[in-house]
């Protein structure tokens, strides 16, 4: 996650002369920033540079990115008036550019590495267009669930549909498998897990081909893995809050993604190794073992320690 970002030199060089979202938006650049990501640190896999509220804008939403901030939704949606002013969606034209990097990326990564693309989940989509940006609360979003469950409901529908065609179209595109990121939903209990987000996460995964890779990644959602269980996802992400061997029995039938606590690549390459032959040795070589970080690369992550990881999971593994 985030294997193209800041603590990446070729990435801020980059950044230096676009905006972010004009790094969404261009192909060319999206797809170099994904390559040399990918190849640099030698994963087994690229995950395509985008952002999860680029569905917004087809949607209606103004999204911007200020520099040094997170993102900012300036005509959030409030009540169910708001509903009227949503826009009906063709993700294939109006997200193209993610498609086409898609597809640069394709011709241009090694052969043999996956490619993944990926979306927000309907959940969080929602509480960014609801809060206006990032929250620490979602006092906004939680009263809108709880209280008008009718307009939250159509609200959300509106977004996995336009989420099941972009997610499609992705797959159309060259994405190998598709991931979908749920970043907020960890603030949720079971019950409200089941009742406000599942139906909309389980649509999504039913309008997607059989045989394509899902995997479901929730932050903070280490009490929610039963639940997760009836996503239709293929493969559960992990987050570094839980231990891998413990949540695995819980998730027999499933493929696990995960779960180094991204800190770790901050420490010397002997902690990295220590910590990572942990993670590895819970898994015990079972088959469906997808290692990876349990959250996003940190800024201040020095490139070398993450290539060191990859090399130690590939020498520990192939033994």
Same mark, same amino acid.
């Given at each position: 996650?985030?294997?193209?970002?800041?603590?990446?030199?070729?990435?801020?060089?980059?950044?230096?002369?676009?905006?972010?979202?004009?790094?969404?938006?261009?192909?060319?650049?999206?797809?170099?920033?994904?390559?040399?990501?990918?190849?640099?640190?030698?994963?087994?896999?690229?995950?395509?540079?985008?952002?999860?509220?680029?569905?917004?804008?087809?949607?209606?939403?103004?999204?911007?990115?200020?520099?040094?901030?997170?993102?900012?939704?300036?005509?959030?949606?409030?009540?169910?008036?708001?509903?009227?002013?949503?826009? $009906?969606?063709?993700?294939?034209?109006?997200?193209?550019?993610?498609?086409?990097?898609?597809?640069?990326?394709?011709? $241009?990564?090694?052969?043999?590495?996956?490619?993944? +693309?990926?979306?927000?989940?309907?959940?969080?989509?929602?509480?960014?267009?609801?809060?206006?940006?990032?929250?620490?609360?979602?006092?906004?979003?939680?009263?809108?669930?709880?209280?008008?469950?009718?307009?939250?409901?159509? #609200?959300?529908?509106?977004?996995?549909?336009?989420?099941?065609?972009?997610?499609?179209?992705?797959?159309?595109?060259?994405?190998?498998?598709?991931?979908?990121?749920?970043?907020?939903?960890?603030?949720? $209990?079971?019950?409200?897990?089941?009742?406000?987000?599942?139906?909309?996460?389980?649509?999504?995964?039913?309008?997607?081909?059989?045989?394509?890779?899902?995997?479901?990644?929730?932050?903070?959602?280490?009490?929610?893995?039963?639940?997760?269980?009836?996503?239709?996802?293929?493969?559960?992400?992990?987050? #570094?809050?839980?231990?891998?061997?413990?949540?695995?029995?819980?998730?027999?039938? #499933?493929?696990?993604? +995960?779960?180094?606590?991204?800190?770790?690549?901050?420490?010397?390459?002997?902690?990295?190794?220590?910590?990572?032959?942990?993670?590895?040795?819970?898994?015990?070589?079972?088959?469906?073992?997808?290692? $990876?970080? +349990? %959250?996003?690369?940190?800024?201040?992550?020095?490139?070398? %320690?993450?290539? %060191?990881?990859?090399? #130690?999971? %590939?020498?520990?593994?192939?033994?």
């Amino acid at each position: 996650m985030r294997q193209a970002g800041r603590y990446m030199k070729e990435y801020r060089d980059i950044r230096e002369k676009v905006g972010f979202l004009e790094l969404c938006k261009r192909p060319d650049l999206a797809s170099e920033v994904t390559v040399t990501a990918a190849h640099t640190i030698g994963a087994d896999a690229a995950i395509i540079f985008a952002d999860i509220l680029l569905i917004t804008e087809p949607l209606g939403f103004k999204l911007e990115f200020p520099k040094n901030d997170g993102p900012i939704i300036h005509n959030p949606f409030k009540n169910a008036q708001d509903l009227s002013r949503l826009q $009906n969606t063709n993700p294939k034209e109006s997200l193209s550019f993610v498609m086409k990097a898609l597809q640069i990326t394709k011709q $241009n990564l090694k052969k043999g590495l996956a490619l993944i +693309g990926f979306a927000g989940a309907p959940f969080t989509v929602a509480s960014y267009a609801i809060e206006g940006g990032s929250s620490k609360n979602f006092e906004k979003t939680k009263v809108l669930m709880r209280s008008d469950g009718k307009t939250w409901n159509a #609200f959300l529908d509106r977004i996995a549909n336009a989420t099941s065609q972009y997610l499609l179209a992705q797959i159309e595109a060259g994405a190998d498998a598709i991931q979908l990121f749920d970043s907020w939903v960890g603030t949720l $209990n079971p019950l409200e897990f089941q009742t406000y987000v599942l139906p909309h996460v389980k649509k999504i995964f039913r309008s997607l081909p059989s045989e394509t890779p899902k995997i479901y990644f929730g932050a903070h959602s280490s009490h929610l893995l039963s639940e997760m269980k009836q996503t239709g996802a293929s493969v559960l992400g992990l987050d #570094f809050h839980v231990e891998l061997g413990e949540a695995w029995k819980n998730l027999k039938e #499933f493929s696990i993604q +995960g779960n180094l606590d991204p800190t770790v690549l901050l420490c010397d390459p002997k902690v990295i190794e220590k910590e990572t032959k942990h993670i590895l040795d819970q898994a015990s070589r079972r088959a469906g073992h997808i290692f $990876n970080l +349990g %959250h996003g690369v940190l800024p201040a992550t020095n490139v070398d %320690h993450v290539k %060191h990881l990859i090399d #130690f999971v %590939h020498d520990y593994t192939s033994k």
